[in-house]
């Protein structure tokens, strides 16, 4: 509509400013030193949805950190969308990689780097502003309501509860979230599935002290070594996952459904120059799309032990340990894979070593019903404001909470990103393109229209 298109030219330098200063607020769930700043994030975006025009805004607490609720009724009897996000972001190290501040945002060849640009911002932005375009233009077409949380970088312990708490004032017809990716602004996709997730931290322990290296090594096992070799046992030599049982449930697709879904543009090549890798590496038989879509995974996180600062140490150290996470397909569920690795991992360490493994968090996989009309809505909505109609993808990362709003609230979710599997979620140099934020905020006003007229 020509009035969004108008009002979103006239206010753009201010729906990027406004985003800047969310960026510039490190609101880092995961470690207890920025709390205050987790909860200074929270009432921004509380201001920020009351100035567009949301009613009804509050910052609701948990036993964590806070959620941030707003909603704009229009008409009972519209449908209603369900909006959410997430404020919190995740932690910055290595800070010593990022070429500027995390926390101070930059803009540079069209790009915004800063922690959270991408994940999730810039993207949950995206539908603050999309609503004040529609609700400034008096052309809001439906119900919206708005959750965005604090913890989903931490796995939403807090969210499951606040569902089971506010069932009826959560009351909707459909989930939308922007917190995913699409293959370009050339190639635009939808997500039609997420993997699930099953994190872990392992401990291994030797000796009840550390140890000179001269004295006791070569007779006394050293649990950094034995780590190590437990971790590399867990992928054989065509890179399959050995937990017995790890594969038993996972969905297998047809070769009709794998050929549709390497259909989708890739060129292996710049995958690789962009990276700076030399080759791909993964689960023999399948292709890398296939193997960050469609298989489930295991990778080490992180691994220390012993001495790691400047110079040199010759110890033999007590202690090793690993954060290992896997990403799941359909079928398999993460409390059972959990339980599958644990034994897995008692079983394999020899008696010289006591293991000690911790489960920290997980999430089921869900894929997203293609035939419903939420779905027609994006779909439709991309092709409006892109000129060319979105690919069916699926998504390698993991929304935990996802599974939990249809197992709660009975909701489907819609999964309509605008990032770029090249913006360092995660990692030092986080960006977010311009185009891409601005191009979410023109194309989401078009998802409500569609959406409304597609429910009658």
């Known amino acids: 509509m020509q009035v969004w298109k108008e009002y979103q030219a006239q206010h753009k330098e201010r729906f990027l400013e406004e985003l800047l200063d969310l960026l510039r607020i490190p609101s880092v769930s995961a470690d207890s030193r920025f709390n205050g700043d987790v909860q200074k994030c929270a009432e921004a975006v509380k201001q920020r949805l009351q100035e567009a025009g949301a009613d009804k805004v509050e910052v609701c607490p948990t036993a964590g950190h806070p959620i941030v609720y707003g909603e704009k009724i229009i008409d009972p009897s519209l449908p209603t969308v369900l909006v959410y996000g997430h404020y919190d972001v995740q932690p910055a190290d ?68 606040f569902l089971e708490q506010n069932k009826e004032k959560l009351k909707a017809d459909v989930v939308l979230i922007s917190d995913t990716s699409m293959i370009s602004l050339e190639d635009p996709s939808i997500d039609t599935g997420l993997r699930g997730l099953a994190y872990m931290e392992v401990e291994v322990t030797g000796p009840n002290r550390d140890l000179h290296s001269g004295v006791y090594g070569g007779a006394v096992a050293n649990p950094a070594t034995i780590l190590a070799k437990m971790i590399a046992s867990l992928h054989d030599e065509n890179n399959h996952i050995t937990i017995p049982g790890f594969y038993d449930k996972v969905q297998e697709l047809t070769p009709e459904e794998r050929a549709d879904l390497n259909s989708a543009p890739f060129d292996e090549e710049a995958y690789k120059k962009d ?116 690919i069916p993808v699926r998504g390698g990362g993991s929304i935990p909470i996802v599974a939990l709003f249809e197992k709660t609230l009975g909701l489907k979710t819609v999964l309509m990103g605008f990032g770029l599997d090249s913006d360092n979620l995660h990692s030092p140099n986080e960006k977010y393109g311009l185009a891409n934020y601005y191009k979410g905020i023109e194309t989401i006003p078009y998802f409500h229209q569609y959406f409304a007229e597609m429910s009658k």
């Not at 502003?129 to 796995?155: D, L, Q, R």
């Not at 890798?277 to 193997?291: F, H, L, N, P, Q």
């Open 94 to 161: 290595p800070l010593e990689l990022w070429h500027s501040g995390p926390f101070e945002p930059v803009i540079k060849d069209g790009n915004i780097y800063a922690r959270g640009s991408a994940d999730d911002k810039g993207q949950f932005y995206m539908h603050v502003k999309a609503f004040e375009t529609m609700n400034k233009t008096n052309t809001i077409p439906c119900n919206i309501k708005f959750m965005i949380e604090g913890e989903e970088e931490v796995g939403s312990a807090n969210l499951g509860i």
């Open 275 to 390: 990276l700076g890798i030399a080759d791909v590496w993964g689960e023999k038989g399948y292709s890398t799309i296939e193997r960050t879509g469609i298989r489930p995974t295991l990778e080490v996180n992180g691994i220390w032990g012993g001495y790691t600062g400047e110079g040199s140490k010759t110890v033999l150290p007590s202690k090793a340990f690993a954060k290992i996470s896997m990403r799941l397909v359909p079928n398999q569920d993460w409390h059972e894979i959990s339980d599958l690795f644990t034994k897995h991992f008692e079983a394999i360490a020899p008696k010289s070593v006591t293991v000690k493994v911790n489960k920290h968090h997980g999430g089921s996989p869900y894929v997203t019903p293609t035939d419903s009309v939420a779905y027609k809505a994006a779909h439709k909505a991309i092709d409006t404001t892109f000129g060319k109609a979105p």
